[in-house]
């Protein structure tokens, strides 16, 4: 029995240890580093808590580190974390030109932070950066990079098994992120039912208005048609640009609830125009929120891409076209239909309840999570 | 009367005003638009700027707060057993404190020793540490090795033990239960019983289980707090399994035995969450914001409640999982999942990560995120796989949401 005595602390610890084994989460070890390409810039912050590993921050041994000790042994901090940091161009090292340095906040308290002047030999731009702070101590610590120029901003994570990173700018990437957003932009548009039931809604009263007004029919549909589409363009991308820029961010279950009820009240409005016959007006207005829902969709695939303005303009061309597909498509046999007298009298009502009917529901689905 | 059309705080936009009104809105319906648009600006911190840095602190001021634990040493351990006391030692301070920087400093340590040298206690240990980093393979091959290799018993059970909750969390029913069994022949008593009952209340029979688990402990005489707190965090599970008050009283038992068990703390938190105990979630959360489980669980109680302190704790964990994400980490799969769902609001993203999630860990939490992201994102496909796979097993539970439909 002393045997399994003595061996009972070490079962107590991993006994639990299983049982909570995948449980554990908190943020990780990161240094942040930012690099700015146009000003030859570059700053680092790294956590107090993992430089108290490098260089003895506390030095009364208190647990406790205060300003007064960090400013002690700036010295060592800046020649630590210089040390585990290297820039390079073809022409050789590059030299780190100390222009700030202090005291910085993330989402787990406070880093040490400095920013640099990057000086290169022969006046070259940085080709490479290396980083190597804090690898020998901690294999799940991070260096998580983020480039600024301005074409935008790049994200990299830099690990023990890749701690060097290439900062020539890539040549062919961005006509990729743009076709690969172009055909995000199409795909959503049409798998995204309630943009479909919106522009139905918008472009039905238009096709009724065929038989009813006699000769150059076609031609005035076309027009208003134009106009009511080119509204909605206009207004989502607006917001569309502003949400994915970050200027303007919506509660996003705010925004779906929204887009629902605009389906309803746009429904509601080609039976009773309480909001005007002007269907472009409407199309413009609640273009406006329609276009943060296709941010909130475009912000997901995004994450991680560095030419948000290209992802954009794809993403963006991509609903146009999706949607001037489905208007070449669509309308002429809406119009086709209009001619028929049951189509008008009860097709067209069935069709605009069914639609506040879904859409009412959706609203409410949506509403719940605000 | 004019009908004021209040953008803030309002549910829904037009509810607000009588439906006689509606054609005074005929110009306004842009400004509806534009007033919508400057509601709540926030930036998210993957493209903000970041901080500015401070120059002027006072000398005074505590900045930062080390762990009470001494810094690790530079030299690498001369014998095995030193190095294993050091890395059982950085694996418990990342379990009491959630921190995954300790892991780090053990994988390190690992990677600086010779592989052909790695006895079986540190096999174990790798084992365990790679489990905690959902290295699931490598913490099989391990244990395996371990299993057929080693003559020491104490190593043996250690290892059975581990394999039989890897299989578990996982959801390999059939390989757990055939651990539970192997480690009942080695080891009999509380915690074979309590690895058995936990496979057995998983695959349709949590009734069976918890009464013969309970009368096994009230009969016991073990005097390890251990094997008594091991069979009670089990009891707790399945009495949660089971939709019973008693779950708490479990679980409140072995965390006055053991505070630092942030899986108990959680669990017994989310029991709470659940039953709209909002105050109690609060409390138990108290000072662990720094770890995600706890602290998303906090959010929620905070976010239904109306808590003064909701959105200084959301904006934080909004950062905190942005940073993550910028890592690209999976280890914050379940809770980021949760925060979109139940804090966000955004159930398809939630569905999502709730499924990569479900993929590498299958606990019933695990699984009850993943229904409740797909009801709310209506993704029926997902309902009908999950049902089918519960079904296959027969577990049924009481904190999923309605299955049956």
Redesign the interface.
């Known amino acids: 029995m002393t045997?399994l005595?003595l061996?009972?602390p070490?079962?107590?610890?991993?006994?639990?240890?299983?049982?909570?084994?995948?449980?554990?989460?908190?943020?990780?070890?990161?240094s942040?580093i930012?690099l700015d390409s146009d000003a030859g810039e570059l700053?680092i912050?790294v956590a107090?808590?993992?430089l108290?590993?490098l260089v003895p921050?506390?030095q009364n041994q208190d647990?406790?580190?205060?300003?007064?000790e960090?400013?002690n042994q700036r010295p060592i901090i800046t020649r630590t974390v210089e040390n585990g940091l290297e820039l390079s161009a073809e022409s050789g090292v590059c030299r780190l030109q100390g222009l700030?340095?202090?005291?910085?906040?993330?989402?787990?308290?406070?880093y040490a932070?400095?920013?640099y002047r990057i000086v290169c030999p022969d006046g070259d731009d940085p080709g490479q950066l290396q980083y190597s702070l804090l690898f020998?101590?901690?294999?799940?610590?991070?260096g998580?990079v983020r480039i600024t120029s301005d074409s935008g901003?790049t994200?990299a994570?830099l690990s023990p098994d890749r701690n060097t990173l290439p900062l020539t700018s890539g040549s062919s990437r961005p006509l990729e992120t743009f076709a690969a957003f172009l055909v995000e932009g199409v795909v959503h548009l049409l798998i995204g039912l309630d943009h479909i039931l919106f522009l139905l809604v918008l472009v039905l009263p238009v096709s009724l208005m065929a038989p009813e007004t006699g000769s150059d029919t076609i031609r005035s549909s076309i027009v208003r048609l134009a106009g009511i589409v080119t509204a909605f363009t206009v207004?989502h991308s607006i917001?569309l640009a502003?949400a994915a820029l970050?200027l303007?961010?919506?509660?996003?279950?705010?925004v779906e609830?929204?887009i629902a009820?605009s389906i309803a009240?746009a429904a509601v409005n080609v039976i009773w125009p309480?909001?005007?016959r002007k269907t472009w007006?409407?199309a413009?207005?609640?273009?406006?929120?329609h276009g943060?829902g296709f941010a909130?969709v475009l912000?997901?695939l995004t994450?991680?891409v560095s030419d948000?303005a290209v992802a954009l303009a794809g993403f963006n061309l991509g609903v146009e076209l999706g949607q001037l597909g489905l208007l070449v498509l669509g309308f002429p046999v809406l119009c086709l239909f209009s001619r028929w007298r049951l189509y008008q009298r009860a097709i067209v009502p069935a069709i605009l309840l069914a639609v506040v009917g879904t859409s009412l529901v959706w609203?409410a689905?949506r509403?719940a999570?605000? | 009367m004019t009908c004021s059309v209040n953008t803030k705080g309002s549910r829904t936009l037009l509810d607000l005003c009588p439906a006689t009104f509606l054609p005074a809105l005929r110009g306004r319906a842009f400004w509806i638009g534009l007033g919508l648009a400057g509601l709540l600006l926030s930036p998210d911190p993957l493209q903000a700027a970041p901080s500015p840095i401070q120059s002027d602190f006072a000398d005074d001021a505590v900045v930062a707060t080390l762990p009470d634990t001494p810094p690790i040493p530079e030299q690498l351990p001369t014998t095995s057993t030193d190095l294993a006391d050091r890395v059982q030692n950085l694996i418990s301070q990342a379990r009491s404190t959630g921190d995954p920087r300790y892991l780090g400093y053990a994988e390190r340590l690992f990677q600086r020793w010779p592989e052909s040298s790695l006895n079986d206690r540190l096999l174990v240990l790798r084992a365990t540490l790679s489990q905690s980093l959902h290295r699931f393979e490598q913490a099989r091959e391990d244990l395996t090795v371990v299993l057929e290799r080693s003559r020491n018993r104490q190593h043996r059970i250690q290892a059975r033990l581990t394999l039989a909750n890897l299989e578990t969390v996982r959801g390999r029913y059939a390989e757990a239960q055939h651990h539970c069994y192997q480690l009942a022949l080695d080891y009999p008593g509380l915690i074979a019983e309590s690895c058995s009952a936990q496979v057995a209340a998983r695959t349709g029979d949590p009734e069976a289980a918890y009464r013969a688990l309970e009368t096994r402990l009230a009969n016991s005489d073990a005097k390890r707090p251990t094997a008594r707190l091991w069979a009670e965090g089990t009891l707790g599970d399945i009495a949660a399994q089971l939709g019973r008050e008693a779950a708490a009283r479990h679980w409140r038992d072995v965390l006055s035995a053991s505070p630092s068990d942030l899986y108990i703390r959680a669990q017994l938190a989310d029991w709470h969450l659940q039953r709209g105990h909002y105050r109690e979630v609060v409390a138990l959360t108290e000072s662990y914001e720094q770890v995600d489980s706890l602290a998303v669980i906090r959010a929620i109680a905070m976010h239904r409640s109306q808590h003064p302190e909701q959105d200084a704790l959301t904006q934080q964990l909004r950062e905190r999982f942005s940073e993550a994400r910028w890592r690209g980490a999976l280890l914050h799969q379940r809770d980021y999942a949760r925060f979109l769902l139940d804090v966000e609001g955004r159930p398809e993203q939630a569905l999502e990560h709730a499924w990569d999630n479900w993929q590498s860990q299958r606990e019933p939490l695990d699984t009850r995120l993943l229904l409740r992201s797909a009801q709310a994102a209506g993704n029926r496909d997902t309902l009908a796989f999950l049902r089918q796979w519960l079904e296959q097993y027969g577990q049924t539970d009481a904190r999923y949401p309605e299955v049956a439909s």
């Open positions: 045997g005595r061996w009972a070490w079962l107590l610890l991993l006994a639990f240890l299983s049982q909570s084994g995948t449980a554990l989460a908190h943020k990780a070890s990161d942040f930012y700053r912050d107090l808590r993992d108290a590993l921050l506390d647990r406790q580190i205060t300003g007064r960090v400013r700030e340095w202090g005291l910085s906040r993330h989402s787990d308290g406070r932070a400095a920013r020998d101590q901690d294999s799940l610590h991070r998580l901003s994200l994570v207004a917001t502003l970050n303007v961010t919506l509660p996003i279950a705010w609830t929204v009820l009240v309480v909001l005007g007006k409407l413009f207005a609640f273009g406006l929120i943060f909130s912000g997901d994450s991680g948000m609203a689905e509403a999570f605000i």
